[in-house]
């Protein structure tokens, strides 16, 4: 099993930036592919983002396409979320997750180990 911390959340006025990073141990972190999930009060968890093993195939969300950027660093076992352009409606807690594959996917249930999440308040 991996243990994954996230880190980097708070509070932020809409237009704003922040990064999030999820560091990874335990596990050969650099074999696998990686997703950023998150959940707002009262919603379902949904996809953000997501990259495979090497970090040269990404899939966003439609809602973060363009603002957000998903990155591994494989040296430093983490992997990142820049967000820029943060709206309101981006306030969740945001999740970090490893699948034991090299293959990336935007489906929750296919990711094995989880974070605790990181809570991502923007104000308006």
């Known amino acids: 099993q991996v243990q994954l911390v996230e880190s980097g959340g708070g509070l932020v006025q809409a237009g704003g930036s922040l990064r999030l990073s999820c560091a990874a141990s335990g596990r050969a972190f650099s074999s696998y592919a990686m997703g950023w999930f998150r959940q707002a009060p009262g919603k379902e968890r949904e996809f953000v983002a997501t990259?495979?093993?090497?970090?040269?195939?990404?899939i966003y969300a439609s809602s973060v396409k363009g603002r957000f950027t998903i990155s591994r660093d494989s040296a430093k076992n983490t992997v990142y979320l820049q967000m820029n352009s943060l709206k309101p409606e981006d306030t969740a807690v945001y999740y970090c997750?490893?699948?034991?594959?090299?293959?990336?996917?935007?489906?929750?249930?296919?990711?094995?180990?989880w974070g605790r999440g990181t809570q991502v308040t923007v104000s308006s």
């Open positions: 997750a490893l699948r034991y594959s090299s293959d990336y996917t935007v489906y929750a249930s296919a990711y094995n180990d």
């Open positions: 990259i495979n093993w090497s970090g040269g195939g990404t």
